[in-house]
């Protein structure tokens, strides 16, 4: 038996398989060495995960501080839009102060306007009436009495009888104005013919 251990190792080397030859070589290396290389594949690991998770810090950081600038900026605007819309809201309610300023002094416009307009058409009628009594007088000077008591009664069928004679509120016509009308009103044009 012995022998056959003794060819086993005396084989020659053309007879010996490569992978048994292998595996001798690496019974051959003392143990010591095996511990060693996975021991620095191991630290190389380490240190590439460390270097990894370094770049994945700085990556996370120099986009916190990529945001941050941008949070700013967005910040800022967003003040800065907001200061803006303050004083235009600002402008508008001076401007609305302003029309309604204008508004209470058109509405005022108006309402002297109206009452001139109003004191006009009374003194347009006021002047309308004289000058129709005094035409109408006139012509009783004249002799022409159906022609003045003609006028007296259009003259009360235009502006009234209760606004001619000066006993109402709203008179056209001023005291002695009232007398005169009164006699033309009176006026019997036959009799005196």
């Given amino acids: 038996m ?4 003794d060819e086993k190792t005396t084989l020659p080397a053309e007879d010996v398989n490569p992978a ?5 070589t690496d019974d051959v290396l003392p143990p010591a060495d095996k511990p060693h290389e996975s021991k620095s594949y191991l630290v190389f690991y380490v240190i590439g995960l460390f270097c990894v998770a370094l770049v994945l810090i700085l990556l996370s950081y120099v986009t916190q501080v990529r945001s941050d600038r941008k949070l700013n900026e967005m910040s800022s605007q967003l003040s800065t839009q907001a200061s803006a819309v303050e004083g235009a809201n600002a402008r508008v309610q001076v401007l609305q102060e302003t029309v309604e300023e204008q508004n209470t002094t058109i509405a005022e416009l108006k309402k002297t306007i109206a009452e001139q307009q109003a004191g006009e058409k009374a003194s347009q009628e006021r002047y309308d009436a004289v000058s129709a009594l005094l035409e109408a007088h006139e012509l009783e000077k004249q002799g022409k009495l159906i022609e003045a008591r003609a006028m007296a009664d259009a003259m009360a069928d235009r502006f ?3 606004r001619l004679d000066g006993a109402g509120q709203d008179d056209l016509l001023t005291d002695a104005q009232a007398a005169i009308y ?3 009103a009176v006026l019997e ?3 005196a013919q």
């Fill in 20 to 24: 048994q030859a292998a595996d001798e």
């Fill in 182 to 184: 009164h006699d033309l």
């Fill in 189 to 191: 044009p036959d009799a």
């Fill in 2 to 5: 012995q022998e056959n251990q």
């Fill in 160 to 162: 009234g009888a209760d």
